[in-house]
């Protein structure tokens, strides 16, 4: 789906854009407003309730941090970047999507106090130019869903541009290349696809995503332009073939792009939340990983049994392996033991996960593991 069929698809979701009154006149706003002409538009007063349904796009004046460490979780290995917070809240409907368990509300949101976004950001990357700074929006929304509406990741893009020591990642499951012109330094933008098994993109992922194939050609036609994509297999399911299906992942990938176009492929196992499985199973009755063997794991959130998770992560990274990915590859929330029966070693023994990441964002380490 290109950038323009993409937007036609939210015209048809989205009846109505409420807009707080503050940012009304917005650049973010009024590229909104062009955007969906059809759409019902209402200025919201600070007194009015703040909408709530599924169907409305809320442009909100957003008081909070836009720029956080991402939380990760307790007791497993986390990556270590730093989430930029653009919006919550996705036009996709994946069965598995944390932000069910996340957010009661079901209204889109985008934050268009840009200025306040940039004021908060660029200070903090001044004020720490020693450091490296790996971004991303893909924490709490899709980062592109609603880019041929907002034009939101081609504006960080021009943001980030005057600070070398920051690389930005858009992970999505959409096609949507308009912000790729944007970009003046290939190094410094990393794509992200989220990647799964063909019949679990098929029945797992709803609304506007791309096929399989459709994101790995975006990712190789990023490639071309000179920037490395990343990829996440997150999350790996647990379903009557599984190995089948991921067997055709890894081909196609390997079909499609070179180790060296990759910056780095993350391994997740499913897990959530214990109330988002009784969510899953009312929303999605027909999800079949949702009954595979889990146990409540350290950080409190439902997992695969540790045998399972091991074998099928396992099978997937020697997949990889063998297509010559090996040196990409990292485990996402997994434990040392864990590390060391899939990839042969943990964090520990290359100086921690988030400074090896940060070495293959910014294109100045080998890989993870062989
Ligand atoms: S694309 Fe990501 S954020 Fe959107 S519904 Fe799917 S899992 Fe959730």
Not at 7 to 19: K, S
Not at 229 to 234: A, E, I, R
Not at 305 to 333: D, E, I, N, T
Request: with cysteine; charged share 25%; proline share 5%.
């Amino acid at each position: 789906m290109s950038s323009a069929a993409l937007a036609t698809a939210l015209g048809q979701r989205i009846g109505r854009v409420v807009v707080d009154a503050s940012v009304a006149a917005s650049e973010l706003a009024c590229r909104v407003r062009r955007a969906l002409p059809e759409a019902a538009w209402h200025v919201r007063a600070p007194e009015e309730p703040a909408p709530c349904d599924a169907h409305t796009l809320y442009l909100k004046d957003f008081r909070g941090r836009f720029l956080r460490p991402c939380p990760g979780t307790s007791q497993y290995r986390c990556c270590g970047y730093h989430i930029l917070h653009i919006g919550e809240n996705c036009p996709l409907a994946c069965s598995y999507c944390i932000l069910q368990a996340y957010f009661d509300d079901p209204t889109l949101k985008v934050w268009a106090n840009w200025d306040d976004l940039e004021a908060e950001v660029t200070t903090a990357l001044q004020a720490s130019a020693q450091r490296r700074w790996r971004l991303g929006t893909g924490e709490f929304t899709d980062s592109l869903a609603l880019e041929s509406i907002t034009g939101m990741s081609a504006a960080l893009i021009r943001m980030l541009e005057p600070f070398a020591n920051a690389v930005l990642e858009l992970k999505s499951k959409v096609v949507d290349l308009s912000w790729l012109a944007h970009v003046r330094d290939p190094r410094r933008v990393l794509p992200a696809w989220s990647v799964n098994a063909p019949d679990m993109v098929e029945s797992e992922e709803h609304g506007p995503r791309a096929s399989l194939e459709e994101r790995l050609a975006a990712a190789k036609a990023c490639a071309h332009a000179g920037l490395r994509v990343c990829l996440h297999f997150d999350p790996i399911l647990h379903y009557p073939g599984w190995e089948r299906g991921y067997r055709q992942t890894v081909t196609a990938i390997a079909d499609t792009l070179r180790p060296e176009q990759v910056a780095y492929i993350s391994l997740g196992s499913f897990r959530c939340m214990p109330q988002l499985k009784s969510r899953i199973q009312e929303r999605f009755p027909n999800a079949r990983y949702i009954h595979a063997e889990m146990i409540q794991g350290l950080d409190g959130k439902l997992r695969l049994l540790r045998p399972l998770r091991v074998q099928q992560l396992a099978f997937v990274a020697g997949l990889l392996r063998k297509a010559g990915f090996g040196s990409k590859l990292y485990l996402c929330m997994e434990s040392d033991l864990v590390w060391r029966a899939v990839l042969g070693t943990t964090p520990q023994d290359f100086g921690g996960l988030a400074r090896r990441l940060e070495a293959l964002a910014f294109g100045d380490a080998e890989g993870l593991c062989r």
